[in-house]
């Protein structure tokens, strides 16, 4: 089984500070899937970044980067320049790569709400 | 905009009612999702299907049906609701067969009174 496991349940920041949000994760799969959603108030959920199990490279997309630290199970998201418009639910999840008919289902952790203050 | 469109997206109802709920996709995507998301549980998979009449159960399946009878609609129901099932009702379809990310519809909230 997988889980997901975000600590934070609130995170604040000064608008264009960088902030990290907390990734843990736990898993018996060799390949897998890691991913960061934004949900706003308006509650619709945006895809930001996706790092793969063996990606060699940290992904990165525009302000948003993931510190993945395999060893450590940890899977970051860090932004960068934060903007008012960041402030959101950020969700992490997961997916194992365990064949065909799985599809591309995610698990996903609790949340974290970020806020980022003028 | 990966086109889908969930309906109703708001529903009050009563225990014990049954309730449909509909997500319709217009690229013929494969693969499709129910989640629901709920306060301190993140988002958590109800049913998903890998296509027309091939679903299967996920997490938190329990009070919960399905059906996909063609590649452009996924109905989730709930044949007698409860009110542990007040949640927001979120479909989902992954554009790339058996991976990639998850585009989402808007949600559908519902309430069981």
């Known amino acids: 089984a997988q889980k997901i496991t975000q600590t934070q349940p609130g995170m604040f920041v000064q608008e264009k500070e960088a902030v990290t949000l907390d990734c843990t994760y736990d898993t018996s799969d060799q390949s897998y899937g890691l991913f960061w959603y934004k949900q706003p108030s308006s509650g619709e959920m945006i895809f930001l970044i996706y790092?793969?199990?063996?990606?060699?490279q940290n992904a990165t997309e525009g302000r948003y980067s993931l510190n993945f630290q395999k060893a450590r199970k940890s899977a970051n998201l860090v932004i960068s320049a934060s903007q008012l418009g960041d402030s959101a639910m950020y969700f992490c999840?997961?997916?194992?790569?365990?064949?065909?008919?799985?599809?591309?289902?995610?698990?996903f952790g609790e949340g974290t709400q970020l806020t980022v203050n003028p | 905009d990966a086109g889908i469109t969930q309906s109703p997206r708001h529903k009050v109802t009563e225990t014990g009612t049954p309730v449909t709920l509909r997500c319709h996709q217009t690229?013929?995507?494969?693969?499709m999702y129910w989640y629901r998301q709920d306060p301190g549980h993140g988002l958590r998979l109800i049913h998903y299907?890998?296509?027309?009449?091939?679903?299967d159960k996920g997490e938190v399946s329990d009070g919960y049906s399905v059906s996909r009878s063609k590649t452009e609609d996924f109905l989730l129901t709930l044949e007698s609701a409860t009110s542990s099932q007040t949640s927001v009702y979120f479909c989902?379809?992954?554009?790339?067969?058996?991976?990639?990310?998850?585009?989402f519809g808007e949600g559908s909230r519902l309430t069981v009174l």
């Open positions: 989902a379809i992954s554009l790339r067969a058996g991976a990639g990310e998850l585009f």
């Open positions: 790092q793969g199990s063996y990606d060699e």
């Open positions: 690229e013929n995507h494969r693969y």
């Open positions: 999840a997961m997916r194992a790569l365990v064949g065909e008919t799985s599809g591309s289902r995610l698990t």
């Open positions: 299907s890998y296509g027309v009449k091939d679903t």
